[in-house]
């Protein structure tokens, strides 16, 4: 329950930064992503449509994320599956609904660096930041770092899905 409020806290954390922070650009971030990371992220979004649990995104991390939302949205409804494995705690989410295109994964370490990844199905990775609770901050992942770690948690998902 503690990491799950920590979890809470720092997607609030996120909020604090400037919408234009660490986007990828998202031609850059088609370019990057091979055809089977792109089939994952489908196989993804597909687990998350059938097997997810109901969750929310609240409008203050849509907004840092740059997810379209009404005004009068306080809460994107979002299907979500969050997994332990040691000390890491890793949380996926998808919107509940057809308005919008984003793939959202956390992963909380035990290191007190709590990692975000803003993707669409359709473009890939397009921001990623990584938070320090203890320390109150909130840094953008530098692209290449971005990359690769957001690459890390498509596998991570997409061997959990095999698993099934």
Same mark, same amino acid.
């Given at each position: 329950m503690?990491?799950?409020v920590?979890?809470?806290?720092?997607l609030n954390?996120?909020?604090?930064l400037?919408?234009?922070?660490?986007?990828?650009?998202p031609?850059?971030a088609l370019?990057?992503?091979?055809?089977?990371?792109?089939?994952?992220l489908?196989?993804?979004?597909?687990?998350?449509r059938?097997h997810?649990?109901?969750?929310?995104?609240?409008?203050?991390?849509?907004?840092?994320m740059?997810i379209?939302r009404? %005004?009068?949205e306080?809460?994107? !409804?979002a /299907?979500?599956? *969050?997994?332990r494995s040691?000390?890491?705690?890793?949380i996926?989410?998808?919107?509940?609904d057809d308005?919008?295109?984003?793939?959202?994964?956390?992963?909380?370490?035990?290191?007190?660096?709590?990692y975000?990844?803003?993707?669409?199905?359709?473009?890939g990775?397009?921001?990623?930041?990584?938070?320090?609770?203890?320390?109150?901050?909130?840094?953008?992942?530098?692209?290449?770092?971005a %990359?690769?770690?957001f690459?890390? !948690?498509? /596998?991570?998902? *997409?061997e959990?899905i095999?698993a099934?």
């Amino acid at each position: 329950m503690r990491r799950l409020v920590l979890a809470i806290v720092c997607l609030n954390l996120i909020a604090a930064l400037p919408a234009q922070a660490a986007a990828i650009a998202p031609e850059r971030a088609l370019q990057q992503i091979t055809s089977a990371e792109f089939g994952s992220l489908r196989s993804i979004a597909g687990w998350l449509r059938q097997h997810g649990r109901d969750g929310y995104v609240g409008a203050d991390v849509a907004d840092v994320m740059g997810i379209p939302r009404l %005004e009068s949205e306080d809460l994107l !409804e979002a /299907r979500q599956r *969050g997994f332990r494995s040691d000390d890491e705690l890793r949380i996926a989410q998808i919107s509940a609904d057809d308005k919008r295109d984003f793939l959202l994964f956390m992963v909380q370490r035990p290191d007190d660096q709590v990692y975000f990844y803003f993707s669409t199905v359709r473009e890939g990775l397009k921001k990623a930041f990584v938070s320090i609770p203890s320390r109150n901050l909130v840094m953008p992942l530098d692209r290449l770092e971005a %990359e690769a770690r957001f690459r890390q !948690e498509v /596998r991570y998902w *997409g061997e959990r899905i095999e698993a099934k």
